[in-house]
């Protein structure tokens, strides 16, 4: 099921609750099921989604609702308040302080955004009064040292690569040891996305990770996957911990639900958006706003 579609159906199942002249706990079941159905479909765990209706179903008890209660209203608040709990693996990221060295290091696979967001990340900070710096550890794809550089160059970022050496473990190390000891309080370090084969990806995302010792490590998505980002997070999340998620592409039609599956399989709260491909086109998440888009 493609993302868009994920909010699609939630939204059809409530219009058809809306349209229903009595609302019972039959017209209640089938809507539940329906949302209950997009979700599974969209990857989000089974528990999480079983939970949910048994949640919606306590607190819409149709023997405690005197008759004047708006029951529509009541119900649709209960999705919404059980859908924003769905974004909330229930710790809070790890937070960089200012002032004190942090590595952040980026995954995600190509085309999700990845570059473009760790200037937007950076440059959020920068304005903040951050000291950011950019390490690009892509050595798989032709040109990503080229748009980092371009990016950080733009922004006024001090940037470290190369065009010659093809390890990127050892260019991820050396940035790293380099702004650490030019004091950068934020080290922000871009990975590749693909590789020749796929278990060579996340062998070399680990060996990065261990050489560079992240103290965050987060996972960019592209807000238009739908079933794809619960294989792609926990793809991810099994080789290096993944402890935040950022999703991108979020000023197109994309509603964003993959981020549901990211969550529950990062168990790590979404932390930014990126809505645009400018570098200030970055939002910090805000829960509501997102659920309610979904919904709509
Ligand atoms: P990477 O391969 O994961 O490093 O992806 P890039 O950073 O190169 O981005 C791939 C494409 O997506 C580029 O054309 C970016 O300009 C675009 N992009 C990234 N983030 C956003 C976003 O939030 N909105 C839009 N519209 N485009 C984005």
Same mark, same amino acid.
């Not at 989604?49 to 179903?57: A, E, H, Y």
């Given at each position: 099921m ?7 159906s ?12 009595? *609302?019972?706990e ?15 479909q969209?990857?989000? !765990? ?20 005197? @008759?004047?209660?708006?029951?529509r209203?009541? *119900?649709? !608040?209960? *999705? ?5 709990k ?17 590595v952040?290091m980026?995954?995600?696979?190509q085309?999700?955004?990845?570059t473009?967001t ?7 900070h920068?304005k ?15 040109g990503?040292f080229?748009q980092?550089?371009q ?9 470290y ?12 190390? =050396?940035?790293?040891?380099?702004f650490?000891? =030019?004091?950068?309080d934020? *080290?922000i &370090? ?12 996340? =062998?070399?995302?680990r060996? &990065? ?22 294989d792609?997070?926990?793809a991810?999340? !099994?080789?290096?911990?993944v402890?935040? &998620?950022? &999703? ?5 039609? @994309?509603?964003?639900?993959? @981020? ?7 168990k790590?709260?979404?932390?930014f958006i ?6 200030? =086109? ?15």
């Amino acid at each position: 099921m493609v993302l868009a579609q994920l909010g699609g159906s939630i939204s059809r199942a409530l219009q058809q609750m809306s349209n229903a002249t009595i *609302i019972d706990e039959k017209v209640l079941s089938d809507c539940l099921n329906e949302i209950s159905r997009a979700l599974l479909q969209a990857d989000v !765990q089974f528990k999480m989604v079983r939970d949910m209706q048994s949640n919606i179903k306590r607190i819409v008890n149709f023997d405690d609702l005197a @008759a004047g209660h708006n029951k529509r209203r009541i *119900i649709q !608040q209960a *999705i919404f308040n059980e859908l924003c709990k769905m974004l909330d693996p229930g710790k809070p990221s790890f937070t960089p302080k200012k002032g004190k060295t942090s590595v952040i290091m980026f995954v995600g696979l190509q085309g999700s955004g990845k570059t473009t967001t760790c200037t937007k990340y950076a440059y959020y900070h920068q304005k903040k009064g951050w000291k950011p710096a950019l390490v690009c550890a892509d050595t798989f794809r032709a040109g990503a040292f080229d748009q980092l550089k371009q990016n950080a160059t733009k922004a006024k970022i001090p940037f470290y690569g190369s065009y010659t050496e093809s390890d990127p473990v050892k260019i991820a190390a =050396e940035g790293v040891e380099r702004f650490k000891k =030019e004091n950068c309080d934020l *080290i922000i &370090v871009d990975t590749s996305g693909r590789h020749k084969q796929e278990a060579a990806l996340f =062998e070399e995302m680990r060996q &990065v990770s261990e050489a560079t010792k992240p103290d965050l490590v987060i996972f960019v998505m592209d807000g238009g996957i739908g079933q794809a980002a619960f294989d792609q997070a926990q793809a991810f999340k !099994q080789s290096v911990a993944v402890g935040a &998620v950022i &999703v991108t592409k979020m000023d197109g039609h @994309a509603k964003g639900g993959g @981020a549901l599956s990211a969550v529950a399989a990062t168990k790590s709260p979404v932390i930014f958006i990126g809505t645009g491909e400018h570098m200030d =086109e970055f939002e910090v998440f805000d829960v509501k706003p997102f659920v309610s888009r979904l919904l709509g």
